[in-house]
């Protein structure tokens, strides 16, 4: 059986050089971080390998500070992968480095978006998760990508997906606001919803987060197998509940990205999900 299998990019041109959602604060940098976020990512690296994930390391370019959050590359599926188009000019720069990195990955690289000659953004697995229970793809719209994303994901992955409209700057990534935990049950932070959709989740969603949990990155989780892997600001009582579900815990610290606006989700790419 193959190990679950992620791609990471190595932040060793990460920082934090402009603003694009309001955990950005660029005057705030410090240089010292960029040695404290290499250390940060190498150990997130070795708590996956350690929970038996396989990390396939690709790395960043001058110029695209933001490369190592490699979940907003496209999404990965039956290897087929659907290169995103991004909805600020700031990471738009990231689309050639990662056609390329796709076709060292040899997936059948998909690009059914720029075809309907219509610039529709879609950031990936960022704001798109596979549900492996419900067998369908939830899509996160309304401040990085649009709602028509969902036509491209239909048709390069052959999947339905449920649009969930999301309303707070703060949780501007899908990836942010819910995971999907690997025995299907789905945490989540209802403020960060619109409500229509918050009411359609609420039926199959049954962790909600607190705000402080949310605003820690609780949501922005990576499940290697049992384990899951996450920001080490997680409330005692959340982590207690993942603990009688069976999982096994292992936070670590990822201020540094926290300071771009991402976490450990973020900083991975699943390369290996399939029906
Ligand atoms: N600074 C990056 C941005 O604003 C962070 C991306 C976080 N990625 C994620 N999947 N939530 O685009």
């Known amino acids: ?30 240089s010292s971080l960029n040695q404290t976020a290499i250390e940060q990512w190498e150990q997130l690296k070795t708590i996956i390998e350690n929970a038996e994930g396989k990390v396939i390391v690709e790395y960043d370019k001058p110029g695209c500070p933001d490369m190592c959050f490699v979940a907003n590359a496209g999404l990965v599926f039956n290897n087929r992968g659907l290169l ?20 060292r990955l040899h997936l059948t690289k998909v690009q059914d ?44 992955f052959g999947q339905s997906s449920v649009g969930l409209k999301l309303i707070d700057p703060l949780f501007y990534h899908l990836d942010m606001a819910m995971c999907i935990l690997p025995h299907g049950d789905i945490l989540w932070y209802p403020p960060a919803f619109e409500s229509i959709s918050g009411s359609w989740i609420k039926e199959r969603a049954n962790i909600p987060v607190s705000v402080s949990d949310a605003l820690a990155f609780a949501c922005n989780m990576v499940a290697v ?11 005692e009582a959340l982590q207690v ?11 670590t610290d990822l201020s540094a990205f926290i300071k771009s606006g991402g976490a450990a989700a973020c900083l991975t790419l699943r390369l290996d999900n399939t029906l």
């Open 113 to 156: 978006i720029l075809a309907t000659g219509r610039h529709i953004p879609f950031e990936g697995a960022g704001d798109c998760l596979w549900d492996a229970q419900r067998k369908m793809f939830w899509i996160g719209y309304g401040i990085r990508s649009d709602n028509e994303a969902k036509w491209p994901v239909l048709e390069t």
């Open 1 to 30: 059986m193959t190990p679950p299998t992620f791609l990471m990019v190595r932040p060793d041109n990460f920082y934090v050089k402009y603003s694009i959602n309001p955990w950005m604060h660029p005057k705030e940098w410090q």
């Open 225 to 235: 197998n049992d384990t899951l892997i996450f920001h080490n600001e997680m409330s």
């Open 84 to 103: 995103s188009l991004f909805a600020y000019p700031e990471r738009q720069k990231e689309e050639a480095h990662w056609h390329d990195i796709f076709d």
């Open 241 to 251: 509940d993942l603990i009688r579900m069976g999982y096994t815990l292992r936070p």
